[in-house]
């Protein structure tokens, strides 16, 4: 019965999955989060991009209730988790980046004491553990212990482990981490179905670009704060036309020869000299004929969801900022 009441909280009209409002956490006298806001809507596929140390693993851990929140406001379906964390327990189905199972055990033991936690028991237990086991091709591994399992399929037991007690939204860090292509492939068919089919709201964090391109909306995190939010296809398309990046010897020396010959603005990240917003199709044909000399390569692409984040920030994803 508690289950129920804390699955209806998020199934109510109008109420965003998840809203955060002005989060700041800190360990010790550094900021991991700063003034935080952010709103996850109901039946998203949402995803958290962002480079290790921007912020994603501390607010996974605030949104599961590991940690306590020390500034600002955080609503999950409604339910205030600072002063109701344990209906939000309930209420979300988390999976870890970290294995989670008992590989001592095998698959139907792992589920069954996971469910017993929840307060399922008997036949409604055995339903549920059933029918996930089905949905998620596991149905003749149910007897097989977990640390003879493939890392997919361990995966996927995390998962039907998470989604036991029928939660509205499920909660995943780095759900990829140690998975193969083909098993990625099949943990993103099973989680756009959930979504679609099942109505739950997906929410993840990830720091693959690829993988953030199939989420619905994402919000891309920077030193603790949100440097952009919407769909893949809108955050591409702000930065309009196409990227050129232009490799160099001495790439402060070229982009001021740009900006001095061409009237070009570029930006100098490591070796690189990028130049954005270019629709000229003859532009590079140009630059190669007049800077032949100072260009060691030269790539001419549409924006990425990294060119966002360039943009947004300042410097490369994968770099030491």
């Not at 199709?281 to 549409?302: C, F, M, N, T, Y």
């Amino acid at each position: 019965m508690t289950v129920s009441l804390e699955r209806s909280a998020l199934a109510k009209a109008h109420v965003a999955a998840i809203e955060i409002d002005q989060v700041s956490f800190r360990y010790g006298t550094k900021l991991a989060l700063d003034q935080l806001s952010l709103v996850v809507p109901q039946g998203s596929l949402f995803g958290l991009l962002g480079p290790n140390g921007g912020g994603k693993t501390t607010l996974f851990r605030l949104l599961t209730t590991l940690a306590p929140l020390q500034s600002g406001r955080i609503t999950v379906g409604g339910l205030d988790l600072a002063t109701a964390p344990d209906r939000v327990r309930r209420a979300i189905g988390v999976t870890f980046q970290a294995p989670s199972l008992d590989r001592r055990l095998t698959v139907l033991e792992n589920l069954s004491c996971h469910g017993r936690l929840y307060g399922l028991t008997g036949a409604a237990l055995h339903g549920r553990i059933d029918q996930l086991l089905g949905q998620l091709g596991l149905d003749d591994r149910r007897h097989d212990r977990v640390d003879s399992l493939s890392g997919g399929l361990a995966r996927r037991v995390e998962i039907a482990k998470g989604l036991l007690h029928a939660p509205r939204l499920l909660l995943l860090d780095e759900p990829s981490t140690g998975l193969d292509p083909g098993a990625r492939i099949d943990l993103w068919r099973y989680l756009r179905s959930l979504q679609s089919d099942g109505g739950v709201t997906v929410l993840l964090t990830t720091h693959l670009m690829e993988e953030a391109e199939k989420c619905d909306a994402l919000a891309l995190l920077d030193q603790g704060r949100v440097v952009a939010q919407g769909s893949p296809a809108e955050l591409r398309a702000e930065l309009g036309g196409d990227c050129l990046t232009l490799r160099s010897a001495n790439p402060a020396e070229l982009a001021a020869t740009l900006t001095r010959d061409f009237g070009l603005s570029s930006r100098v990240l490591g070796p690189d000299v990028r130049i954005e917003n270019q629709a000229d199709p003859h532009l590079l044909g140009r630059l190669l004929e007049r800077l032949g000399g100072q260009i060691e390569s030269a790539v001419w692409a549409r924006p990425t969801l990294e060119d966002v984040f360039v943009a947004r920030t300042g410097h490369r994803f994968w770099s030491e900022a």
